[in-house]
Each structure stands twice: as C-alpha cells, then as structure tokens.
C-alpha cells in the first residue's frame, strides 16, 4: 500500500503540490494510483482534483498557465469548470470581538497540553463570514457525488477542537464537496462549514499536514509527504515564516517516526531554498505561483535522479522503487452515503486532539 499525504499552505502550497505531483508524474509514478490520500486545507483541494481523475501534470498546467490535456479539458468541461475559491481579502489586522467558540476557549484551558497556536486563533478570533458553498458545489460536481475510496480529508470541529478525518473509518458521512469546504475553511475568513450540528474548520489548525494519520498504518510500502509549510535544509534567506517553517517540519516529521522505525521508505518533500526564495510568509501571495510549482518539480525530478545514480541517500532511492513497483491502479469509489474504506491499522483514525 501506497500513501500520499498533502499539507496545508494556501495558493502557495497549491503550486508546491503541483510541482510535486508533476516531478512524481516524471519519475514515473502517477499519484492518481495512491492507495490512500490524505489531504489538509489545500492539500485536500489537490487530493479531490486527484480523486475526480485529474492528471497531476494537468494540475501542474493549471499553475502554469499552460493548456491542459485533452483529457483534463474533458473532465472539466463536463464538472463546468475548476472548483471556485472566493479570493481572501485584504482584511488587515484579525478583528476582535466575540470568539468564535467559546466551549473550545473553555476546553483549551481545561487541557492546556493541547494548545495549538492556530487552534487557539481559531477559538478566540471572530468567526469568518465568506461562505464555502462554492467549494463545496464545485467538487461535488467534479467527483459527481461519490466518495473516492482511499481518500481522507481533514478537518476539525471548532467547538471541541478535535480533528475529524472524513472519508476514515467513524468519521461523520458528508459528500467530497463538504470535506473539501470543511477541511479549506480558514478561521476568521471563511465561515465555518456547518455539518449535523457540528462546525468545521481548516485541518491545519491543528498540523501542518496531519502526517500522523500514517504513521500507525500497517501494510505500507512507502509514503510521500509535501509540506509546503515546511523547509528542508538552509533556507538561503531571513525571514519571520522561517520559525513557524521550522515548527512544521519538526510535527510532520514526528508523525512519521514510526515508520522510518520499521523501515518503510517515506519521501518526505518540502521547500528547498531555491523554492523559498519565492516562497514567503504569505500563503496567500500569488505573484510567484508558477515559478512555485516550476522549481518545485526541478528540484524533485534532480533528487531523484540523485537517488538512481547513488547520490541522494538510499531513503529517496527506496520511496522511488517502492513508488514504481507498485501497480498502476485508480481507486474505485463508494456512495457519498455509504461506507467507509477500512484500512489496517487505522487506529482511532477518524477523530480526537493531535
């Protein structure tokens, strides 16, 4: 079994994704075929255009501002478009005022141990009022309202402060569509995505990537982690993100601790300092998108032509054997309404504070 796990990061984090997934596409392995995806915030926006049958180089086109495949056209010619995000505004500074939960206020206090700084933002900033339906109605047409096995989308609910992985085994029933808004809906701008009397908000609140989700499955062969919020190595430049980057790197990586310990080969990818220099502390920041993504696949395409010529490090050369041993497949689908997808060693999975 192959795992792909997506991390948040914004518009930003969208090019890296793309850069990767296309330098993956390169190497000879198509994401499309992964046998769990598991996407954050943006990286649930890559993980539902993967799902509906989106070549990853077409998602790389899209960044690029280059045509798409006759195919990728195809698909979404019949979806009516790419999935539309409202644009976050210029909103200035957070506004303050009533919070926007105050159970969470009060359980944070009760547990402090689990005190996350965008968990702690989202409790006590104003609720946002942008409304996701336009998410939501968007993928729900591009996967045409059925739920793509092998596909965890993560979000948390804002009055417990718990992360709920919808598509894994307990998680509440919702569409692709609902999963997506939910998992996208950044506190204080976008409103939160009410489900069953429950309010959901971004994955990322909680972790850059929610990679421990893999870390206690069995029957893994490799795993492919894109943090955009991270770094790996010497930035190559000051800045106030490169702490928080820092923080980022230090949680995704600790998720995957148990399965370097059973020796599971994981390609873990994160900006380099090429990609940082066009990579800032805004996620929301536009201007360098393309070359975002261009750089990103350089650099994944080099390392991995490293790994094969014994220069990379044998972890690299091992997640690309594993990767390229594996068969080709797209993932069957399920009902919206129907059940999950068990996988081996889920463990709680669906629920509960990180």
Do not use: K
Request: with cysteine.
């Amino acid at each position: 079994m192959i795992a792909l796990v997506l991390g948040a990061g914004g518009p930003v984090g969208y090019a890296f994704h793309a850069g990767v997934l296309a330098g993956l596409s390169d190497a000879g392995w198509d994401a499309r075929s992964a046998d769990l995806v598991v996407g954050t915030s943006i990286g649930a926006v890559s993980a539902g255009l993967l799902r509906a049958g989106m070549d990853p180089i077409d998602l790389f086109a899209r960044v690029a501002r280059t045509p798409l495949s006759p195919q990728g056209a195809a698909l979404l010619q019949a979806a009516g478009g790419w999935p539309s995000f409202p644009a976050p505004a210029d909103t200035g500074a957070p506004r303050w005022g009533r919070p926007a939960s105050l159970s969470l206020i009060a359980t944070l206090a009760r547990h402090p141990r689990r005190i996350r700084p965008g968990l702690a933002l989202a409790a006590l900033g104003n609720p946002g009022t942008v409304n996701t339906d336009p998410i939501r109605a968007g993928f729900d047409r591009l996967g045409g309202g059925r739920w793509p096995a092998g596909t965890w989308i993560c979000a948390v609910d804002l009055d417990t402060g718990g992360r709920v992985t919808f598509g894994a085994p307990g998680a509440p029933v919702s569409t692709v569509g609902e999963a997506v808004a939910a998992s996208c809906a950044v506190p204080g701008y976008f409103a939160p995505v009410s489900l069953d009397g429950r309010r959901f908000v971004d994955g990322g609140v909680v972790s850059p990537a929610n990679s421990d989700l893999v870390g206690g499955l069995d029957g893994l062969e490799a795993v492919v982690v894109s943090v955009p919020m991270g770094r790996h190595g010497p930035a190559g430049r000051r800045g106030i993100d490169l702490p928080g980057r820092d923080l980022n790197h230090a949680q995704a990586r600790r998720g995957l601790r148990p399965l370097a310990e059973a020796g599971v080969p994981v390609l873990m990818v994160e900006p380099t300092a090429r990609e940082l220099e066009v990579m800032h502390y805004d996620a929301f920041d536009q201007a360098h998108l393309p070359a975002i993504a261009a750089r990103t696949r350089a650099t994944l395409l080099r390392r991995f032509e490293a790994a094969a010529s014994g220069e990379g490090g044998d972890a690299t050369a091992a997640a690309l054997a594993a990767l390229l041993s594996g068969p080709a497949r797209l993932p069957e689908t399920v009902g919206a309404d129907g059940p999950a997808q068990p996988i081996e060693g889920t463990g709680t999975g669906a629920s509960g504070p990180t």
